[in-house]
């Protein structure tokens, strides 16, 4: 391991300046601004290379040093990616580390600052214990995220819920998991309903899960087959409905299932929106989606992709909970329930 500082005029010619000495791995131990009167400001970054071993050395302390610590390739792309607020941010690289995970992650810029604007770090004094600081803005990250089960069965009431989201998000294979989990974990009786006024064949997909599971199945082209079905599950504890999935821009056929879905009864919501797909679909697909009055988000094919920024997103546009998050194609493994820490971690690291 070996120590070395490099000076430049600006924190990008010194990174660079790292980058072709020591290699894009090595760590950044500290950056400062050295001002002399009469003379430009310098930047001096201490970088540390063949820092890769230092966990191997002593696993315990070494590693979670370097876990604080940031290397200079991620230092360069957050250089790339912002501005003058990362001036404040660059001689603390504890802090800075967690700053480029979420922006890497694709948490919008806008909303990282806020977290960190609102840990009272930034406003002027000076702040000697960056751990806490970094402590502060996970805890206001963590403060946003609200989670909630739409089955946690208190009561013996029925629980109605219909499923909402564009097409191949998931919805279906979605249903299937929750109504297996149901069924075998909770022992609730199930029943499914398939509200589809467009697809014959969509029922298909439905049909052959509810018959595995040995499940009653409907399938519903209105509103009054809708309460019928719903009549003769009386007794489920639980009616899942699935729903044709709808083009976000196909504004007629969001309005058809509106109707379709009686405000009356007691029937909730849950949009699914894919963590896979990119920001602006996502927003249009929340936004045009929210004249069904959906109550959680259940966040999609978590597998399909590394970034998983957008549901922090996704919570700072419209505040609402998270159900659950689905993790792959298996029914009925590939579901979990959403936990605020899981959910904190898939944000921030
Ligand atoms: N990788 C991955 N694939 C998933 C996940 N959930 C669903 N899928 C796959 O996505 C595809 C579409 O799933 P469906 O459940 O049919 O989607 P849908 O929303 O019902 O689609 P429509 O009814 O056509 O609107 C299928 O191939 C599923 O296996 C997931 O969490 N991860
Ligand atoms: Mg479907």
Known sequence: ????????????????????????DAMILSTQKISKVGENDVFEITALTGAENISDESPNMLGEVKQELMS???MLYLLNNSDVFIEKLITYPGVLSLYTKMIKNGVNDRYVRLFFERTGAFNGHPVNDMKSVKDR????IRNV??????????KNNQIIAAFIGTTGVGKTTTIAKLAARLMLEKTKKVGLISLDAYRIGAMEQLKTYANILGVPCFQVFKKKDLLFALRRMEGKDVVLIDT??????DRSRLDELRRLIPGDLDISTHLLLSIATNESEMNKAADNFRCLKYQSYIFTKRDETQKCGSILNQIMEQSLPVSYITTGQNVPEDIEQAERAKLLKLIVS
């Not at 044709?244 to 821009?249: F, R, V």
Request: no cysteine.
């Open 1 to 24: 391991m070996q120590v070395k500082k490099y000076r430049a005029r600006t924190i990008k010619e010194a990174s660079a300046k790292v980058k072709k000495v020591l290699g894009p």
């Open 72 to 74: 200079i390739k991620e």
């Open 137 to 140: 803005a996970l805890k206001e």
């Open 145 to 154: 995220i609200d989670v909630k089960d739409p089955f946690d069965i208190k």
């Open 244 to 249: 044709a999935g709808q083009s976000q821009y």
